[in-house]
Nanobody
Framework: QVQLVESGGGLVQAGGSLRLSCAAS????????MAWFRQAPGKEREFVAAISWTGSNTYLNSVKDRFTISRDSAKNTVYLQMDSLKPEDTAVYYC???????????????WGQGTQVTVSS
């Protein structure tokens, strides 16, 4: 089992920044690819970014020049640095762990509870 706990969400004005954290406990953190997904009200859950255990990453096109995913193995934590935030980034953001850094939510085994990000215009 892997337990994931997100933090760092909040309310920010458009153009601002937030850094989300996802602390992992349980099985060896380095064995898993980690990802961030988001879900806005009335919409399906959407892939945002993923990072492999080697550090290679992939992003949703609309965020790739604004968001950065990283991981700190010593702290068993994955981060999502979000800059130049836009109102359309408003959503609940979820951390996930799985075998491969894919864009498909059902390929991730473990999920956090989510953290709300609200971007005001």
């Amino acid at each position: 089992q892997v337990q994931l706990v997100e933090s760092g969400g909040g309310l920010v004005q458009a153009g601002g920044s937030l850094r989300l954290s996802c602390a992992a406990s349980g099985r060896t953190f380095n064995n898993y690819a980690m990802a961030w997904f988001r879900q806005a009200p009335g919409k399906e859950r959407e892939f945002v970014a993923a990072i492999s255990w080697t550090g290679s990453n992939t992003y949703l096109n609309s965020v790739k020049d604004r968001f950065t995913i990283s991981r700190d193995s010593a702290k068993n934590t994955v981060y999502l640095q979000m800059d130049s935030l836009k109102p359309e980034d408003t959503a609940v953001y979820y951390c996930a762990a799985g075998q491969l850094p894919t864009r498909t939510s059902n390929e991730y085994t473990y999920w956090g509870q989510g953290t709300q990000v609200t971007v005001s215009s």
